[in-house]
């Protein structure tokens, strides 16, 4: 049985005999967010697809606006947990528990910091390449359990391993979250081997030894059906909880700006989440407000508001079976209390509506690409660094990647950790540049 006690540290990774030596009015956890807001790969997913391209006329969400959002519902997830839990738990007083809604929300900033380019098919096509693709002829020279990393590329693994990061000749170089924080990330406690057909794993075979001592410090709950599998952290429960309740309501949103949904249809996929009595209050509101976009906003915060409170009750009551590791599937698919099948419904019509509409379809194709093509071409520099063009292509790469590592699985790792790092708009440009379609411009 895990317990909050030790579930919840302050100690840095990295750096775990550092003491602060001047007094703040932040906590560590505080700290955690504000490092992570500050960060280059936080402030380069406002140039990453989350659904839907990148704005033209209509602004819609990216990566970072949508974890800026998660972070929010995030917060107020675990300010309102640990609220009940001290309210019943008064020993827990003297534990970090008042800080969850902190280490929730700086966990909720960093989920999809491991996210490629082009939205959930830049993992696809960094999957593909090598279980499909050119990436093929790399099989031989690869570990299975290396390999298996390659040919199931998760965002969630990639996340993990850019935060547990610490660069060379550096004392204090890095992200040197809390232990807490990072153990708040990792959706999936197991390695790529246990992956299974939905291709989801928590770190790569690198960062192994990383996990498994954030996970023994923290008490997390050992599973025996295999070597490295653990039972979530209590509180990844809470940033996959912010997740579902953002991307499905601001997905809606944004279809609805784009008119893809109309009017109608977004505002009953809204009200289907609510009883007769309390749709007859805010259809009464709706007519008060005129312009239809804020009329889907204050659905959608509507909608947000019951989720979150929702899901807090479900966490509450389950919270023995989560500590002992026994709870499955997301917290919103646990919410009996909605009419029937209400978020069901809402994620059937968003798969058949938003995700396969044609604008969506089209950038997973220019991901697949794009990201294909970059992979090949620098796969085929670190095979062959000798080549004057390799040179050329690695010569590209920032110091900060071991791209001229003598470990062939490590420059193959650098490769994924450089592409995976890009912006859209970065990995088209270099992808047209170094097809010729266009050339730089000197200043």
């Given amino acids: 049985m895990m317990n909050w006690n030790q579930l919840l540290s302050a100690k840095r990774f990295g750096l775990e005999e550092y003491h602060s030596e001047h007094p703040e009015n932040r906590s560590e956890f505080q700290r955690d967010y504000d490092r992570l807001i500050f960060s280059a790969p936080f402030r380069r997913l406002q140039n990453k697809t989350q659904v839907f391209p990148l704005p033209g006329s209509i602004f819609v969400h990216n990566r970072l606006t ?38 929730v929300s700086a966990a909720c900033l960093a989920h999809d910091l491991g996210n490629p380019p082009f ?5 696809r096509a960094i999957s593909t390449f090598f279980s499909e693709g050119g990436g093929l002829t790399l099989r031989d020279r690869l570990t299975d359990a290396e390999w298996s990393d390659l040919t199931h590329f998760e965002g969630n693994a990639n996340a993990f391993r850019l935060l547990t990061h610490q660069f060379e000749g550096r004392r204090r170089g890095g992200f040197v979250l809390t232990y807490s924080t990072l153990a708040s990330i990792v959706k999936y406690p197991y390695s790529s081997s246990l992956a299974g057909k939905k291709s989801k794993f928590g770190f790569f075979t690198t960062e192994e030894d990383s996990f498994r001592r954030i996970a023994e410090e923290l008490g997390m709950q050992k599973l025996n059906d295999a070597p490295l ?33 109309t009017t109608a249809e977004t505002q009953a996929l809204m009200l289907s989440f609510f009883t007769d009595e309390r749709k007859a209050r805010m259809q ?29 009750r479900v966490f509450l009551e389950n919270q023995q079976a989560i500590l002992a590791g026994t709870f499955e ?3 919103i698919r646990h919410i009996d209390s909605l009419p029937a099948s209400a978020y069901e419904h809402c994620a059937d019509v968003s798969f058949e509506r938003i995700y396969r509409s044609r604008d969506v379809l089209d950038i997973e194709l ?35 990647y071991k791209i001229n590592s003598p470990v062939f699985h490590e420059r193959i790792q650098a490769v994924l950790d450089y592409i995976s790092g890009m912006t859209d708009v970065f990995a088209l440009d270099l992808y047209r540049k170094i097809n010729g379609n266009s050339l730089p411009t000197i200043s």
């Fill in 66 to 103: 949508h974890s800026l959002e998660v972070s929010c519902v995030g917060r107020s997830l675990g300010n309102d947990v640990a609220r009940a839990l001290l309210a019943s738990q008064p020993e827990l007083h003297e534990t970090f528990l008042a800080e969850i809604g902190s280490i």
């Fill in 119 to 123: 939205g959930h098919s830049g993992e």
């Fill in 229 to 261: 599998k653990y039972a979530r952290h209590p509180l990844v429960y809470l940033v996959e909880a912010a997740d579902d309740i953002c991307y499905q309501m601001m997905d809606l949103e944004d279809a609805h700006k784009l008119k893809i949904m």
């Fill in 284 to 312: 009464k509101t709706l007519q008060i407000v005129s312009d239809t976009n804020e009329q889907i906003a204050y659905l959608r915060s509507c909608v947000i508001g019951l989720l979150i409170r929702e899901c807090t």
């Fill in 329 to 331: 599937g997301p917290l």
């Fill in 366 to 400: 220019a991901g697949f690409r794009i990201i294909g093509t970059l992979l090949q071409l620098m796969t085929d520099a670190v095979c062959a660094p000798e080549k004057a063009y390799s040179q050329l292509l690695i010569n590209r790469v920032s110091s900060q």
